[in-house]
């Protein structure tokens, strides 16, 4: 198993920026996918973007393309979120989660998740 520790997160008026890491550790891979997920209150779990630890284009929701960018330092075990221009419908409660195998966008999948950490945009 992986254990996946968070931080950042924080509340922004509409506009801002902020940062999110996941530092991964236990039993990882340059295979590893890794993923952030977002739910808000009364709605499914999405995904926000995802890709492999070591390796790849990350893939973007379509809502955040352009707005949020991942970086990873595989060296730390560690995956970033940048996320800029943020709007009121980012608010959530954002989730790292990690998979061996396929990257896949269905939190279903995904067999490792962090504690969570809010974001808050006010308008």
């Known amino acids: 198993r992986v254990r996946l520790v968070e931080s950042g997160g924080g509340s922004v008026q509409a506009g801002g920026s902020l940062g999110l890491s996941c530092a991964a550790s236990?039993?990882?891979?340059?295979?590893?996918?890794m993923a952030w997920f977002r739910q808000a209150p009364g709605k499914e779990r999405e995904v926000v973007a995802r890709a492999y630890l070591a390796h790849t284009t990350p893939l973007y929701a379509d809502s955040v393309k352009g707005r949020f960018t991942v970086s990873r330092d595989y060296s730390k075990n560690t995956l970033y979120l940048q996320m800029n221009n943020l709007k009121p419908k980012d608010t959530a409660v954002y989730y790292c989660?990690?998979?061996?195998?396929?990257?896949?966008?269905?939190?279903?999948?995904?067999?490792?998740w962090g504690q969570g950490t809010q974001v808050t945009v006010s308008s």
């Open positions: 989660a990690a998979r061996r195998g396929a990257c896949t966008d269905m939190a279903d999948s995904f067999t490792d």
């Open positions: 236990g039993d990882t891979h340059s295979d590893f996918c």
